[in-house]
């Protein structure tokens, strides 16, 4: 801070005076526009009801637990293997979906090939396919008598009721997150970047990673985030590829449901909290991470 | 020499050889991850014939499925499509204290996992649960039923048209709005005449997704519904229970009306965004809706 005279008197005064201004257009924009009080109302009541009441009633039942007993639950050595499970699987299909999001939304940007439309518009249906549907049509494919399950399996590799298939499930209910995110950021890219490169003689792979991929890096990690958070909270396509053997196959997802299905009320409160934890974590997350994407989208 | 110079210099990853691996390489695992579970529900339908595939869907317990499920969406839809143009309206139209905090809480089923909301759900009206006791002894009836299975369906379709109608409504400002009513227009008539008109179809985006997501959704809904046969079986329950019972077929025949929805969906979805739905960036809610207001070009 530059050493300006700021006498306290005329730095209130100017603060004064601009707060009132701003009270004042506040004001003349309250009166303006009708309809807040129902509007408010009736969001304020249904968010209320539908939302912050029954994580509410989660988190009081968790907490009313007593720490010795949540921690007992939730650090058993079954519930740390489908964390285990969970995490890692979610990581795979991530890694899986940032490579293969980041290769088709480039082919949708950058090729003219017939059916680009088409292909552009399927990118969604893991969103718009229920997720018991896509359960069982993974697992199909890939049992060991499936169209891709066979070759797999004759080659030695099983994929359903393995932790691979989780992967499967996983990375086909969050294919359009990185899609989605880096393809408005291809299509805004400046050609000329890539020209300047060329023009100093860098070859398509030094432009690629020194160029390009610094400027997608934001939409990237927001994809990254939103698709492994999508993978962490995934049930329905899971739970049918899965084989859902405690400690090997066993999502957390399922373990809560296990839970509830033997009326074991408080473990599968403990267990569903620290999922709505994890949840919260990765809000926050990939909110950071859109954050700093739009910033980079939006300027452009 | 002079011929090549008028070309622009091809772009990056160019190469032909290069572009054709590509193409093939991704498209091929377009076919794998995103085609074929479409083909493979199709061919499992039709697996032992049409009679079959036609009994299947008649069967009484399947149309109690599909009932069932219209009607959960017959509910829950005009309700979330409510709270979403009334949220969107007080967030975008008006100035009040908790405006971020509201949008994220909004925004918050979409981070939660369904089984999580499944479960909360049982302790705010299971037995076990706050309200559970005094519902018992009211008689009234909420989980295993179809107000559990609606409830359940409205968390975790409760931003979908919000998120749609929020950044859209805030990049179109108030202007309008206070044109219309400083002329006289009572609030309804500005919402109907002026708001409506410039938000249909994201309006309509919005309400399709939610409907798609409220027919499929099955983790929440397992949870709270108990999967009472021809009773509290809504149809993406209904093709567990058939799968389970080693009736793919079936079960595949079910399935494939969910994945017709899909693809009614999809088409939509694609018609609407030459409508200019869904094109506009979305703010993420921590963020702050303030940062990102596009420029306006003169």
Known sequence: MAAVDTSPDLVAAAGGKAAAQKKAARAVRRRVLPGLPLALGITLVYVAIVVVLPLAALIFKAASLGPADYWRIISSDRAFASYRVTALCALAATVFNLVFGMALAWVLVRYRFPGRRLVDALVDLPFALPTAVAGIALTTLFAANGWFGAPLAA???????????IIVAMSFTSIPFIVRTVQPVLEELDPALEEAGQTLGASDLAIF???????????????????????????????????????????????????LEEYDYPASAAIASVMLLTAFVMLAVTNLMQARALRYTVRG | MSHSARRRPPRVGDNP??????????????????????????????SRGVSYFAASITDPDTRHAILLTVITALIAVPINTALGVAAAWAITKHDFPGKRLLTVIIELP?????????????????????FGPA??????KILFALPGIVLASMFVTAPFVARELIPLMQAQGRDLEEAATSLGASGWRTFFSVTLPNIKWALLYGVVLCNSRVMGEFGAVSVVSGNIRGQTNTLPLHIELLYHDYNAAGSFAAASILAGLAIVTLVVKVALERQGAGRVQRPSALAGADSIVPEVKP
């Open chain 1, 155 to 165: 080659l030695g590799i099983k994929v359903a009721y393995t932790p691979l298939g």
């Open chain 1, 209 to 259: 990673t020194g160029v390009i991929l610094p400027l997608l890096t934001p939409a990237l990690l927001a994809g990254v985030s939103l698709s492994f958070a999508r993978s962490l909270g995934e049930f329905g396509a899971i739970i049918f590829i899965a084989g859902n053997q405690p400690f090997s196959t066993e999502i957390t997802a399922l373990l809560a449901f296990i839970r």
């Open chain 2, 17 to 46: 050889l290069f572009r054709r691996a590509l193409l093939a390489v991704v498209l091929l695992l377009v076919a794998v991850m995103i085609v074929a579970p479409l083909v493979v529900i199709a061919v499992e339908a039709f």
């Open chain 2, 110 to 130: 979409f981070s939660v996992s369904p089984i999580v909301a499944g479960v909360a759900y049982l302790f705010v009206y299971g037995l076990q649960g706050l």
């Open chain 2, 135 to 140: 519902l018992q002894a009211a008689e009234i």
